[in-house]
């Protein structure tokens, strides 16, 4: 009798619980999902996740989808390090390239250990920009002028109200190359290419996940699933490995509002001590 009480609560269980929770990969073989969707403005919520996969014993792979045209250059540095202190950890780290992952978005992707794109993503744009806007004929035709006050000779470098200076914008080009250099460097580390061969498309062009991989930028072309599949494979695990994504946390809507209005009572503080 008691025999077959336990059959039957054992065929209960089979139908009760999803099969996904009963046969999912052992602790310590599970990947991590890390998604960055959006315009890259800051790190703070993407390195809380990636620090949360870095300790965290039951994670021993690391997927980041990245759909995004890219962004600020630190933000993107600041990920690429966090990037880094997974991989010297012990971890695998995939990167998975969606509808577009260009600029910063490939610059983060090539710290990892695999990149993986759709034939289709568009990618690449390897490349630094600084846009300056100039008003300077608007406030002569308003009759505004402005009058500066300033501690050196280039603490208004690239004034929008007035002409940009020929050596003025020689320093900001030398600013511009050096951080260029640095994003060809990240990628010939990361993906173990000659400089020479990444300087021949790394003018910022755009490019087809089909094309990136023909470049050696990209090393296989798949989706998302695919890729945690090869985090799984790289880390060494044994069957489907469990996924475990890593949402951003939510900031309250009352800390947002009142985060929005500080800023805008401090624009003209921000704007006076502008480097």
Same mark, same amino acid.
């Given at each position: 009798?008691?025999?077959?009480?336990?059959?039957?609560?054992?065929?209960?269980?089979?139908?009760?619980?999803?099969?996904?929770?009963?046969?999912?990969?052992?602790?310590? $073989?599970?990947?991590?999902?890390?998604?960055?969707?959006?315009?890259? *403005?800051?790190?703070?919520?993407?390195?809380?996740?990636?620090?949360?996969?870095?300790?965290?014993?039951?994670?021993?792979?690391?997927?980041?989808?990245?759909?995004?045209?890219?962004?600020?250059?630190?933000?993107?540095?600041?990920?690429?390090?966090?990037?880094? *202190?997974?991989?010297?950890?012990?971890?695998?780290? %995939?990167?998975?390239?969606?509808?577009?992952?260009?600029?910063?978005?490939?610059?983060?992707?090539?710290?990892?250990?695999?990149?993986?794109?759709?034939?289709? #993503? /568009? #990618?690449?744009?390897?490349?630094?920009?600084?846009?300056?806007?100039? %008003?300077?004929?608007?406030?002569?035709?308003?009759?505004? $002028?402005?009058?500066? /006050?300033?501690?050196?000779?280039?603490?208004?470098?690239?004034?929008?109200?007035?002409?940009?200076?020929? $050596? $003025? *914008?020689?320093?900001?080009?030398?600013? %511009?190359?050096?951080?260029?250099?640095?994003?060809?460097?990240?990628?010939?580390?990361?993906?173990?290419?000659?400089?020479?061969?990444?300087?021949?498309?790394?003018?910022? *062009?755009?490019?087809?996940?089909?094309?990136?991989?023909?470049?050696?930028?990209?090393? #296989?072309?798949?989706?998302?699933?695919?890729?945690?599949?090869?985090?799984?494979?790289?880390?060494?695990?044994k069957g489907k490995p469990a996924v475990i994504e890593l949402k951003e946390r939510k900031i309250p809507l009352v800390i947002r509002l009142l985060s929005s209005i500080y800023e805008r009572k401090n624009v003209k503080l921000e704007y006076i001590f502008r480097p």
């Amino acid at each position: 009798m008691a025999k077959k009480i336990c059959i039957i609560i054992i065929a209960v269980v089979f139908l009760l619980v999803p099969a996904s929770l009963l046969f999912r990969a052992r602790p310590g $073989e599970s990947v991590a999902l890390i998604r960055i969707e959006e315009e890259i *403005r800051e790190s703070k919520s993407v390195i809380e996740r990636l620090e949360k996969a870095r300790e965290n014993p039951l994670i021993r792979g690391v997927v980041i989808y990245l759909n995004t045209p890219g962004g600020a250059v630190v933000p993107c540095q600041e990920m690429v390090d966090e990037i880094n *202190r997974l991989r010297d950890g012990g971890k695998v780290v %995939v990167a998975s390239l969606g509808i577009i992952a260009a600029s910063g978005g490939y610059y983060i992707a090539s710290a990892a250990d695999r990149i993986v794109a759709n034939p289709g #993503t /568009i #990618t690449g744009s390897i490349g630094v920009i600084m846009e300056l806007p100039s %008003v300077e004929e608007l406030t002569r035709k308003i009759g505004v $002028e402005m009058r500066v /006050i300033k501690s050196r000779k280039y603490k208004d470098i690239a004034s929008p109200f007035r002409e940009m200076e020929n $050596e $003025e *914008r020689e320093l900001l080009q030398d600013v %511009v190359n050096d951080v260029y250099n640095q994003f060809v460097d990240e990628v010939v580390k990361g993906r173990g290419i000659e400089r020479d061969s990444v300087l021949k498309i790394a003018d910022g *062009r755009i490019f087809s996940g089909k094309k990136a991989k023909e470049f050696g930028f990209v090393d #296989t072309l798949g989706s998302l699933k695919d890729a945690i599949a090869i985090a799984g494979d790289l880390a060494g695990m044994k069957g489907k490995p469990a996924v475990i994504e890593l949402k951003e946390r939510k900031i309250p809507l009352v800390i947002r509002l009142l985060s929005s209005i500080y800023e805008r009572k401090n624009v003209k503080l921000e704007y006076i001590f502008r480097p």
